[in-house]
């Protein structure tokens, strides 16, 4: 026992003085932001949870203890008949099958909004709804240190955490680990549109059902658009600015939207039908997947 005590503080105070790694023994974990959104990240701060749960306890024990012992002398190892017992060796962690990269071109509205010098000048947009084709591919990371998430310079940060909480969302709802993921958002522009560029919350819901789809190998209806955040209980939540989204989804003459539900209105129901676009009020992401690919959501399959 003395012994023991004498190297923990040996290798303790090896740490202190940096002469020894430190070993964290969780790979990603979610933190809550203050909108309301979720940042994947590789090491603790406030508000953060690891998502990893299905790493074996005693493996991580088995770790920590030899990273402080040191591996077991072959005189401590028990013996049967005069000869050391082997180890039984750590089993690997399961990995999810791998899929082929997929990519999705999806509709996301937004809300023009004009600068203040336009509005002083007297500027006014009769329409400010638009729509811009994002294309979604989603890949396998055989490494497992995942999810690497990334968008292009015309997606603002808002919009990054968003496509973070899209990605952990949909991982959940089909059963497969975030942690074998690659899902990179960017825009084809042209030169019309150089200076796009897409910020806000609103667009988690049909990000979601992209990667969903991905890795379900279904595809998403050319006729549909929709508009609405996503959270980690597979809950679609409200978003602002829905008449004039319904009016950019009519430019590009998609003939179905999908809302939140209970944020319709007569004069929502009045602009889908004066634009023969039909509204579609979901809750819950299971009912936006089943909108949008005419699918029901189910588990990935296995190998």
């Known amino acids: 026992m003395m012994v023991l005590r004498t190297r923990v503080l040996i290798l303790c105070g090896a740490v202190v003085l940096g002469l020894c790694p430190v070993?964290?023994?969780?790979?990603?974990?979610?933190?809550?932001?203050?909108?309301g959104s979720y940042l994947f990240t590789d090491h603790s701060v406030a508000y953060c949870r690891m998502i990893q749960k299905d790493k074996?306890?005693?493996?991580?024990?088995?770790?920590?203890?030899?990273?402080?012992?040191?591996?077991?002398?072959?005189?401590?190892?028990p013996t049967?008949?005069?000869?050391?017992?082997?180890?039984?060796?750590?089993?690997?962690?399961?990995?999810?099958?791998?899929?082929?990269t997929a990519i999705h071109r999806l509709p996301v509205l937004m809300v023009n909004q004009l600068s203040a010098q336009q509005e002083s000048q007297g500027f006014y947009a009769a329409n400010r709804g638009e729509l811009a084709l994002v294309d979604l591919a989603v890949s396998y990371v055989s490494s497992g240190t995942g999810?690497?998430?990334?968008?292009?310079?015309?997606?603002?940060?808002?919009?990054d955490v968003s496509l973070r909480a899209a990605v952990s969302a949909a991982a959940k709802a089909v059963g497969y680990d975030p942690r074998f993921l690659r899902v990179r958002l960017s825009v084809k522009t042209s030169i019309l549109q150089s200076g796009l560029y897409i910020d806000g919350p609103s667009a988690g819901a049909v990000l979601a059902v992209g990667v969903?789809?991905?890795?379900?190998g279904d595809q998403i209806r050319p006729d549909v658009c929709m508009s609405g955040t996503i959270n980690e209980?597979?809950?679609?939540?409200?978003?602002?600015?829905?008449?004039?989204?319904?009016?950019?989804?009519?430019?590009?003459?998609?003939?179905?939207?999908?809302?939140p539900h209970a944020q319709?209105?007569?004069?929502?129901?009045?602009?889908?039908?004066?634009?023969?676009?039909?509204?579609?009020?979901?809750?819950?992401?299971?009912?936006a997947y089943q909108a949008a690919t005419g699918q029901s959501i189910r588990t990935a399959p296995l190998p």
């Open 233 to 259: 209980n597979l809950e679609v939540g409200p978003v602002g600015g829905l008449e004039e989204k319904i009016k950019g989804c009519r430019q590009f003459n998609y003939r179905e939207m999908v809302v």
């Open 23 to 35: 070993v964290a023994l969780a790979d990603v974990w979610m933190c809550a932001q203050e909108d």
């Open 147 to 159: 999810p690497e998430v990334s968008t292009d310079s015309h997606f603002g940060g808002n919009l």
């Open 56 to 77: 074996d306890q005693a493996q991580k024990k088995e770790a920590a203890s030899e990273s402080v012992t040191g591996p077991a002398s072959a005189s401590a190892a």
């Open 264 to 287: 319709t209105s007569m004069d929502l129901a009045l602009t889908g039908k004066g634009s023969d676009i039909r509204i579609t009020e979901v809750s819950t992401f299971d009912a």
């Open 80 to 100: 049967t008949g005069g000869t050391s017992q082997a180890s039984v060796p750590a089993q690997p962690i399961k990995t999810p099958p791998a899929f082929l």
């Open 212 to 216: 969903a789809a991905s890795l379900l």
